[in-house]
């Protein structure tokens, strides 16, 4: 349980962020707690460690939050909640989605990856009630329609199925930040059509995406003109002719490429466009890759003269 001590009036009267994050014990007594004490709280995260292998022991813990907690949560900071983390939360239903929709104007972030008893119901009552959210996330379930949520900058979608018509769709939204880890079921063509249509886009995240290919990445790096942050960690098909493509990218600062297949090649053109880079990649995550080398090392420095930051760990040179 969370106490809080009675000499701490001020804070408790003016807190507007609170992170209780990975706090695996916390519960709806705990909510009530957070909720009465901090009567200004504008952010509050109360995700969990997200299983990946179902609920595990999660049933067994003292205290989890249940949509009782959510409800009283949401009676107090009604007018005042805009950002709510619950991730992890797997006792978590549509019905503490309908009450954050229904009871606080302010919404505009909402994180409900592995909530398992959440459905698309749910998050289309969110996107509806609440026009002017600005991010959302969810894990795993079947996509609402994107038609109401005009105002929406970053989209979080893992581990789900995603047809053409639904990269379609979001296509009509002017995202900012696009994150799709483990997804399938789209084509290059599909995600080629979506980026056109996306030319603020600053932060792409396509980890795990395992179809991906040197050739597909050719033509999907010309729409990320204004990308400052990639993540192709885990698309195992990737090597060092890919890397070369964000030579085309004016903005990118950050590249994260864990466990792809860079140093497959050893390719000497990356040496030879060294000399005419302007590349502004600061912060590049190379680690996890079996083939990387001290050659391929030295070319990949050779074109990111503004490099500060590499992840080099586990790597397993040939």
Known sequence: MIEVGANHLLWKKTLKVLNCSKIQSL??????VISESFPALEELDISKEIDHEGFGDHCNYPGLITD?????????????????NVSGNHMITDESLYALSWYCPLLSEVHVQDCGFTTEYGIASVIIQRSMLTAISM?????PSWADARALQRLHIGKTNISDDILFSIARLQLKELRIPYCWGFSITGLVSLLRALPSLSHLDLSGCVFLTDKSMALIVPHLREITTIDLSYCSELTELTFMCFIECPLLEEVRMKKTDLGRYRCSTLHSISMKSSSK???????????????????ISSVCPELRTVDLTFLESD
């Open 281 to 299: 990649i600061r912060t590049l995550d190379l680690s996890h890759n079996k083939h990387f080398n001290d050659e391929t090392l030295i070319q």
């Open 139 to 143: 894990l795993s379930m079947s996509l």
């Open 68 to 84: 009782d907690g959510i409800k009283v949560l949401v009676l107090n900071l009604a007018q005042c909640l805009r950002k709510i």
């Open 27 to 32: 519960s709806d007594w705990d909510l009530t």
